[in-house]
């Protein structure tokens, strides 16, 4: 699968999180399955053309469950969600033009797909990609402003697992455009509580990262190895700041482990923070390498740990 599959893939399957709401208010349907069905044509503007499942079927009052979800791209990208569950579905808000205050969609069995793939082609991609899994769970405590994700996770039995766990403060539910989350500056005021990034690289980051971070190193088109060397000693020289800062030296000796074993690391990296007080986003925009005072502040409030 290549690198701008999965990106597209992620877009889709958390369109199954944030829909395309409907442009104008509608009832709540009184029939669970017709809620159920409802939901998929709110996908679609993840996806060119609208998804289509197998079965659809309400599992209690608030939740769902397709098979064989499928997803079309275009003619050569596509994907089949073999199990798509989505849960703790607040139906009012949906049929009312607002993003959920609280969900966790569990997308299982997801098979890459391309409906005009020569036979020989699709027979090979069949034997090549093996399933993955993609997780996303959520909540948002809307008197105190703070939103919890306390999953994102993309996993496979042949990659390993990337997990994100996140506490966010400032932010106006009611003011987002899923599908354009920075209009309007809905979330200017977005400060980070926590972030805790759990990686366990088995093959993810040479298969859907390298290629993307190739093309953005200098000279990484034309001298792919000089590049990701180039990279690497940078970062290294980086660490200094972070010893500086305070950074207890097992997380900056994890930090160095990790970045040295690159682009092929192995074995699960942890890295966390919890800013005090809680980190502006507006706040990253002033932090710049020419300013190395302002920056040793920020790295200093990060409160970082790593291990690997």
């Known amino acids: 699968m290549k690198p701008f599959h999965i990106l597209a893939l992620a877009g889709a399957v958390l369109g199954a999180a944030l829909p395309a709401l409907p442009a104008q208010a509608a009832p709540v349907p009184a029939d669970p399955v017709q809620r159920c069905r409802d939901l998929i044509p709110m996908i679609a503007k993840a996806t060119p053309e609208a998804p289509t499942a197998g079965t659809v079927t309400p599992v209690g009052e608030a939740s769902c469950r397709y098979t064989e979800l499928k997803l079309v791209m275009d003619q050569y990208r596509g994907w089949v969600i073999g199990t798509l569950t989505i849960d703790r579905i607040d139906f009012e808000r949906f049929y009312t033009d607002r993003p959920p205050l609280t969900l966790a969609v569990r997308a299982e069995d997801i098979r890459f797909e391309a409906p005009a793939l020569p036979p020989p082609r699709a027979y090979q991609m069949k034997l090549l990609h093996k399933p993955i899994e993609v997780t996303f769970d959520y909540d948002y405590d809307e008197p105190a402003g703070l939103l919890t994700l306390r999953d994102f996770t993309f996993r496979g039995d042949y990659i390993g697992h990337l997990s994100v766990s996140a506490a966010m403060r400032g932010l106006d539910m009611d ?128 409160n970082l740990t790593a291990s690997y």
Do not use: H
């Not at 088995?202 to 088109?221: I, K």
């Open 175 to 302: 003011r987002i455009d899923p599908r354009n989350p920075l209009r309007d500056g809905a979330l200017a005021e977005l400060s980070l509580q926590s972030l805790t990034v759990d990686f366990d690289n088995q093959g993810m980051f040479e298969g859907y990262a390298l290629l993307p971070a190739l093309y953005a190193l200098p000279n990484g088109e034309t001298d792919p190895e000089g590049a990701v060397a180039a990279a690497k000693a940078q970062a290294m020289a980086g660490l200094a700041v972070l010893t500086a800062a305070g950074v207890p030296q097992e997380s900056v000796d994890a930090i160095g482990r990790f970045i040295q074993a690159m682009p092929q690391p192995r074995g699960p990296f942890r890295l966390s923070i919890a800013p005090q007080p809680p980190l502006a986003l507006a706040e990253l925009e002033t932090a710049r390498p020419d300013d190395p005072a302002k920056l040793m502040a920020l790295v200093k409030r990060l």
